[in-house]
């Protein structure tokens, strides 16, 4: 059979042919039915015609995708009194039989809407799991609470209050003068009490984004590896390696790196070099410090696709300290040591080597779609010349994180003194010998002074033997 169609449209007219050849049985004609879905998959989906399935969009599951698949991206906590709790996220548009559980007490009087959910909490402390139930589907999420607390306790008490005092609302110490570091037990580089404290310095990688600290021969490298998603179950479901092909711009010691990774989200690495002197600066709220010659990171991660809502990403720094010639008098092993813990603001890592100490501090705070809300630092691995912190970052369409380091002397220090190298090899050579020219001149004086009196002795000598 042969069909002619025409196309008209207001400029021309438009003509095709077809053929279609029918098979002469109409039995060996395959005839399927079309099936539909019940409820249209709820507008959350598109229906498989061929088994009547629904294939839901990424915010939704169950058979008709009526159920949301939940998600927090940030929490505003209550104090350790208790009190009002705002629970930012995805929970959808049907809420039967809602219930929000945190820690062991029940978030009482909740109210839901699509994207917050409010409710009271009593008091408590530390950091807590938070429990979702609606639509008979209870999701759990976890450490994803902290008690707001105002008096943090600061790192080592700040080592001695001659070396500094603790401001109690963050857990951060303030240091007096000569001394710095996190807790206030290194020697500043601006020492009024004559000791000779070398700086430190910094140069960043283009191609990397490592960026090596050294002070004199000690040298320090820290930068991102990776990014990795996981699971519900804490299970890996997908790693993105992060330590190369960077698109890099510098302007005024900023080194601001950018890549996208197959149009699944967009990366911005930023590394801040602080030279002049000490800077201030606010982050989530929270008012910190870097000394001079340390740095700034921030890293802003947007749009990244998740295979699943309940899934969180880990965003994984390496730091390791890179073997050097020898230092003279302030020679030792290198050593690791860390101070992770979820209940504390400010988190810390720290490799010692030669007298220098490196510090890496981590806020417990992070920049979810525009808000700060609580986030948790783990040590993947460590040994005693590295350490691989993973920062736990919650569901977000963008995330924003700003951890600091650097490099500071240790109050053991010694300021080796150089220009001793350059006379201690010619003294060890002119000492013995002018020792040896004085033993010999001593020796001829005292031949000169004493010959006579010797040969008379031996004359005399000589003469007794004779007669005898």
């Known amino acids: ?83 009002q709790v705002i629970i930012h996220g995805w929970f959808g548009d049907v809420h039967e039989d809602p219930s929000i559980t ?7 009087s909740p109210q839901f809407t699509s994207d917050t959910i409010v409710c009271q909490l009593g008091g408590g402390d530390g950091t807590k799991d938070v429990v979702i139930t609606q639509n008979g589907v209870q ?50 580089s601006n020492d009024t009490n004559g000791n000779n404290i070398p700086g430190s310095n910094s140069t960043v990688d283009t191609d990397t984004g490592e960026t090596s600290i050294s002070n ?63 800077k201030e600066y606010t982050y989530a709220g929270i008012k910190l410090s870097i000394p001079k010659g340390g740095i700034k990171i921030s890293v802003n991660i947007t749009n990244y696709q998740y295979q699943s809502s309940l899934n969180t990403l880990q965003l994984r720094f390496l730091s390791t300290v890179k073997e050097s010639d020898l230092n003279d008098c302030n020679n030792e092993e290198s050593k690791s040591t860390t101070n992770i813990d979820p209940n504390l603001t400010l988190n810390y890592i720290s490799i010692k080597k030669n007298k220098r100490i490196f510090s890496g501090r981590f806020i417990n705070r992070i920049e979810s779609d525009g808000r700060a809300t609580f986030m948790s630092s783990e040590i993947v691995s460590s040994n005693s010349t590295s350490v691989i912190v993973g920062l736990n970052l919650p569901f977000c369409k963008t995330c924003y994180i700003d951890p600091d380091f650097s490099v500071l002397v240790s109050p053991d220090f010694k300021a080796c003194n150089k220009s001793r190298e350059k006379w201690i090899i010619p003294v060890a050579v002119v000492v013995p010998c002018v020792g040896v020219a004085l033993i010999i001149i001593i020796i001829v004086l005292l031949y000169k002074n004493y010959k006579y009196s010797i040969k008379e002795k031996l004359d005399f000598k000589l003469r007794v033997f004779n007669k005898e």
């Open 1 to 83: 059979m042969v069909v002619n169609i025409h196309v008209s449209t207001p400029d021309s007219t438009l003509s095709t042919q077809i053929t279609i050849d029918f098979p002469t049985n109409p039995d060996t004609i395959n005839t399927q039915p079309v099936l539909y879905c019940q409820s249209n998959c709820s507008k959350n989906g598109f229906c498989v015609t061929n088994n009547a399935t629904c294939s839901c969009f990424s915010k939704w599951t169950g058979s008709e995708c009526s159920l949301p698949i939940q998600s927090i991206s940030s929490i505003d906590p209550c104090t350790s009194s208790g009190g």
């Open 102 to 108: 945190i820690g062991n007490l029940p978030c009482s």
């Open 139 to 188: 999701v759990v999420f976890k450490n994803r609470f902290q008690y707001l607390n105002y008096n943090y306790p600061c790192l080592n008490d700040c080592t001695s209050p001659l070396h500094g005092t603790c401001n109690t609302t963050i857990g951060s110490c303030i240091c007096k003068d000569s001394w710095t570091g996190f807790d206030c037990s290194l020697k500043s």
């Open 216 to 278: 004199e021969n000690t040298n320090y490298l820290v930068g991102l590896i990776e990014l990795v998603e996981i699971d519900v179950n804490g299970n890996e479901a997908k790693r993105t390696d992060l330590q190369s092909n960077w698109n890099a711009t510098v302007k005024n010691s900023i080194y601001k790196f950018s890549k996208s990774y197959e149009n699944l989200f967009n990366i911005v690495y930023t590394v801040e070099q602080i030279k002049e002197q000490l």
